[in-house]
């Protein structure tokens, strides 16, 4: 269809037949207005359904004389193949925001996010993306209304080494697809993985040895701090007295969340949640659990050293911590001096360790000296035998009277269901407004009448 202008209407002829479209159209119908009488650009473009945006950028195409179309398709080519590079050292395929962040510290690219998005559309490629795949129905050790309170409440972000959060997940690995289970301490505030454990067990043990491997390297770092924060949901491994007394001796402060809530540990689902969108597929295809141990720690140290987070300003988790604590931004040069001439901030840091570590060494000698002494034998070995023979008759004792245990055993459970009988009453006397007070599980605890829940521990 063709167009023949008369005037300021526009007449459309359908017996020519000229190869052309809307943009052409309108660009026709445009320069033939008069620039005074004439309609205007808008108007113009509106006649024949196409935006000025559009319009522009197709007229751009045309006169892309200077070659800026094809430079520009050129520059895209670079910056894509700059993006293969930061799958294949991530391993995964990110979001914008991580593609923006790497490119400018690795590359020194400054790409924008919206141009990032652009490309990866170009690419066709999607980042991965976590799925809800929380570790649901998880046992618990004591009655709900006896569990430590929740002294976090979801203020995660109050400080460096303040809210340490810990959790449980579980992969998948092998064509018999055996279960085996990670367990994390994580800074809410920096990021950073300050101990974890694997193991084919979800046990106390898995619990203690990833604490112990955060207490080995980080702390100094935490008893730095009068208060910290241990956070963890209801599980039993939390809530058991091992992990407690573990909290107690350190003079860490416990917090758990409410029963079933997993907003109250948010942080730690989404780290487990990102963790298994970016590994997961490649731990299945693991043939043993050391393989699968080796990729989870190695997956650690490169999130902790290498991978940039767009919300810890453009910074690693142990750069972030590192500038947090002491102010330096990581830069390549500062004032003209290079980063690569200056000391290492890490280094200066473990200087200083190394010195406040010789101040101490001969007080730790001496303690060591005394608790060698403390440990050595004080008896004969007639008194140890004597003494190891009481325990015996002891606890043979202990076995014959077996059954009077048992039996005081249910009289005390016996007792107990009395106390909730007692406690059913005690709850139908009071008022409207006390009564709903207690839907707080910790506000149990106020009433003596309701102490009955101290006495269930180990039942659930």
């Given at each position: ?41 808008i108007k113009c473009l509106r006649i024949f359904g196409v935006s000025r945006s559009g319009y522009n950028s197709w007229k751009a195409r045309q006169e892309d004389k200077s070659g800026k179309m094809a430079a520009k ?223 989870i720690t190695e997956y650690i140290r490169r999130y902790n050293s290498e991978f940039y987070q767009y919300n810890l300003a453009g910074l690693t988790p142990d750069e972030f911590y590192t500038y947090v604590t002491t ?38 000698e001496a303690y060591a000296r005394r608790n060698e002494e403390r440990n050595r034998l004080h008896k004969t070995p007639l008194q140890v035998i004597a003494r190891d023979q009481r325990v015996l008759r002891k606890h ?65």
């Amino acid at each position: 269809m063709a167009v023949r202008i008369t005037g300021e209407t526009c007449i459309f002829d359908p017996g020519e037949r000229l190869k052309t479209d809307n943009f052409l159209l309108a660009d026709i119908f445009y320069r033939k207005q008069d620039p005074v009488k004439g309609l205007s650009q808008i108007k113009c473009l509106r006649i024949f359904g196409v935006s000025r945006s559009g319009y522009n950028s197709w007229k751009a195409r045309q006169e892309d004389k200077s070659g800026k179309m094809a430079a520009k398709k050129a520059e895209d080519e670079r910056i894509m193949e700059l993006f293969r590079k930061v799958i294949h050292h991530r391993g995964y395929v990110p979001g914008k925001k991580t593609f923006h962040t790497d490119l400018w510290r690795d590359y020194d690219e400054n790409v924008s996010v919206k141009r990032c998005s652009k490309i990866m559309k170009k690419m066709h490629i999607t980042a991965n993306r976590p799925k809800k795949d929380a570790y649901k129905h998880m046992a618990t050790h004591d009655h709900e209304c006896a569990a430590p309170a929740n002294a976090v409440n979801q203020n995660f972000f109050i400080g460096p080494r303040k809210v340490i959060l810990t959790d449980i997940t579980y992969f998948y690995y092998g064509i018999a697809r055996t279960p085996i289970y990670l367990c994390v301490f994580r800074d809410a505030y920096t990021k950073q993985i300050l101990g974890s454990c694997v193991d084919s067990r979800m046990t106390v043990g898995l619990v203690k040895s990833a604490y112990e491997d955060m207490m080995a390297h980080h702390s100094a770092q935490l008893k730095r701090n009068s208060e910290v924060f241990i956070h963890s949901d209801q599980g039993s491994q939390y809530l058991s007295t091992t992990f407690t007394r573990l909290l107690e001796d350190d003079s860490f402060i416990q917090s758990v969340s409410g029963r079933g809530n997993s907003q109250d540990n948010a942080p730690m689902e989404s780290f487990f949640g990102r963790m298994k969108t970016q590994i997961l597929d490649l731990i299945a295809l693991c043939t043993n659990a050391e393989d699968v141990r080796s990729m989870i720690t190695e997956y650690i140290r490169r999130y902790n050293s290498e991978f940039y987070q767009y919300n810890l300003a453009g910074l690693t988790p142990d750069e972030f911590y590192t500038y947090v604590t002491t102010g330096i931004y990581p830069l390549n040069e500062y004032y003209g001096i290079k980063s690569t001439d200056l000391l290492s901030v890490g280094d200066l840091v473990a200087e200083r360790r190394r010195i406040a570590d010789e101040k101490n060494k001969k007080a730790r000698e001496a303690y060591a000296r005394r608790n060698e002494e403390r440990n050595r034998l004080h008896k004969t070995p007639l008194q140890v035998i004597a003494r190891d023979q009481r325990v015996l008759r002891k606890h043979i004792r202990d076995w014959k009277e077996n059954k009077e245990i048992s039996e005081a055993q249910i009289k005390f459970l016996e007792s107990v269901l009395e106390k909730t009988k007692s406690a059913a009453e005690f709850i139908r006397s009071l008022p409207a407004e006390e009564l709903s007070s207690l839907s707080i599980p910790q506000n149990w605890q106020k009433y003596p009448k309701l102490n009955y829940i101290y006495d269930m521990k180990s039942l659930f």
